[in-house]
């Protein structure tokens, strides 16, 4: 079973458009995160759920916007997409949030190209 | 917010040698953690090293932690063509741009 799965792998669109992405995971975690991985490999983190509550929200544009029904999923929307947003979102969960005092499982990301 | 920065940004080796990465960061930390990106795939937890630790072990890898001059390094020995892949270190849920690193067989 994949511990923490993202859907879906590749996504293709217009800019200007809404999509989502959603992202499970099945490791009984508290801790849910969306990082971004952009063309130089850089990985930054831009949100983190704790047990369904907001606990980081790093300088993201309101375009993007989390949503947490459970603390097994970490859906990200975001709206009028730009060519910018090209990248590759990452989901993570841990099992301790804050402070990095446990690793940090990943899904295998959704790559997100914007036309 | 503080940062990862790892040295070098790329190196290519021979199987069977050792390979080196530095990271450093800019801030206080409980702990740094070192992961590896195999390309398209998502990162895989290595290693954690807590900040009163001064070097830890796991199979092949060692890394070091020296917090005086807020850096870390991982060596990897022997190493092997599956090794290729990007290497990164956190320190608290923030990456540094990684390592790409290549092993020649």
């Known amino acids: 079973d994949t511990a923490v799965s993202q859907t879906p792998k590749y996504l293709v669109t217009q800019m200007g458009n809404d999509k989502s992405i959603k992202c499970e995971q099945n490791?009984?975690?508290?801790?849910m995160y969306w990082y971004k991985q952009d063309s130089k490999k850089f990985l930054k983190i831009m949100f983190s759920y704790n047990n369904k509550e907001l606990i980081i929200n790093e300088t993201v544009p309101n375009r993007f916007s989390p949503k947490s029904p459970d603390k097994a999923h970490l859906n990200l929307h975001i709206n009028s997409l730009e060519l910018g947003d090209s990248a590759v979102y990452f989901c993570a969960s841990s099992q301790v949030p804050g402070a990095s005092t446990g690793e940090l499982f990943f899904g295998e990301g959704s790559r997100l190209t914007v036309l | 917010s503080q940062q990862g920065e790892e040295d070098p940004q790329a190196l290519s080796i021979q199987e069977g040698e050792n390979a080196t990465m530095n990271c450093s960061y800019k801030?206080?930390?409980?702990?740094l953690q070192w992961y590896r990106q195999n390309s398209g795939r998502g990162l895989v937890h290595l290693i954690l090293i807590r900040s009163n630790e001064r070097e830890k072990h796991s199979g092949r890898l060692r890394v070091t932690l020296d917090t005086s001059k807020k850096s870390s390094s991982l060596l990897i020995t022997a190493s092997r063509a599956a090794d290729t892949a990007s290497y990164f270190c956190a320190t608290e849920r923030v990456f540094g741009a990684g390592t790409i690193l290549r092993v020649k067989s």
């Open positions: 490791l009984g975690h508290d801790t």
């Open positions: 801030t206080s930390i409980n702990n």
